[in-house]
């Protein structure tokens, strides 16, 4: 981990020395992160694409002012979330967005779906495009501010204090979104995932 | 404190990031020793976690590198002089 950062110190000190071909090979690592964070913001995966690359760009041309208090990875998801929000600005109305804003205070329900027969998805089940979409569905579906700290954290691994560092919150509220962006996708696709994997006879569990 | 269910759903998010205090953490996994539902809820939504985070749940869109790198080469190329003044 600290080799890679090391090596990632000195590919941006070159880069910014003048080898800018080498951005190339900085950005690689980073590429599917840009774009779920543009992702979690716009609306369609061809506004995502444009705004990823966008954003891509941006921190081409930035790399200078980036600063190593900071770690890469945090820098690039600040610029990534702002193209996003850019993006979206451009498309839809003022009045929508400040709905949205007021969401937040909005007490939900935020209770999972209970259960007692629970089995384990395996990985291999990724391979059914129904699934796919289904996890795809769900996540899409989540209110904006649920999704986007669920993205940094749960999809790109992002840590609590990066995940406010970049969306410009206190790492309570992060803790608190993601806890509800958590709660709704299990609310949402524990239907679906019991009909995908039905229970066995006889196997009930009775502890962990 | 004898926790209740609703009260282990409040913390479930931070019991699966680890992030609960130990006297928590203990009362907690001994509720889900005997709780069906809190262990099937906790269960599930580690797996949903599993899934969603998996490569091929979100894939790329085809062409997506290459075409983020042909943009990229255009605007190294492009911008060789401007870069240069500084």
């Given at each position: 981990m600290q080799a890679a950062a090391t090596k990632e110190a000195e590919l941006i000190r070159r880069i910014v020395a003048g080898?800018?071909?080498?951005f190339h090979e900085l950005i690689r690592p980073y590429e599917r992160m840009v774009y779920l964070t543009v992702l979690s913001i716009v609306k369609n995966e061809t506004d995502a694409e444009d705004a990823a690359q966008e954003a891509v760009i941006n921190a081409y041309r930035h790399?200078?002012?980036?600063?190593?208090?900071?770690?890469f990875s945090t820098w690039l998801t600040t610029i990534a979330i702002n193209e996003g929000r850019k993006r979206l600005r451009k498309a839809k109305s003022a009045a929508e967005e400040s709905l949205e804003e007021a969401a937040e205070e909005k007490e939900g329900d935020y209770t999972p779906a209970p259960l007692t027969d629970w089995r384990e998805i395996p990985?291999?089940?990724?391979?059914?495009r129904e699934l796919r979409e289904a996890l795809r569905r769900a996540v899409a579906s989540l209110p904006e501010i649920y999704k986007q700290v669920f993205t940094l954290r749960d999809?790109?691994?992002?840590?609590t204090e990066e995940t406010a560092e970049a969306l410009g919150l206190t790492a309570g509220v992060v803790k608190v979104r993601l806890h509800r962006a958590r709660i709704l996708l299990q609310k949402q696709l524990v239907p679906f995932l019991k009909t995908a994997a039905p229970a066995r006879k006889g196997l009930f569990r009775r502890a962990l | 404190m004898k926790l209740n269910c609703k009260h282990v759903w409040e913390h479930i998010s931070e019991f699966i990031d680890g992030s609960v205090d130990a006297q928590l953490r203990a009362e907690i996994e001994r509720h889900l020793e005997h709780c069906e539902i809190c262990s099937a809820i906790l269960d599930s939504t580690r797996n949903i976690l599993i899934l969603t985070a998996d490569d091929r749940t979100f894939e790329l869109p085809v062409g997506f590198s290459e075409r983020l790198h042909e943009r990229l080469k255009k605007e190294i190329e492009g911008s060789e002089p401007e870069l240069k003044k500084k």
């Open positions: 080898e800018k071909e080498l790399l200078d002012s980036f600063r190593a208090e900071s770690k990985l291999e089940a990724l391979e059914r999809l790109e691994n992002l840590n | -």
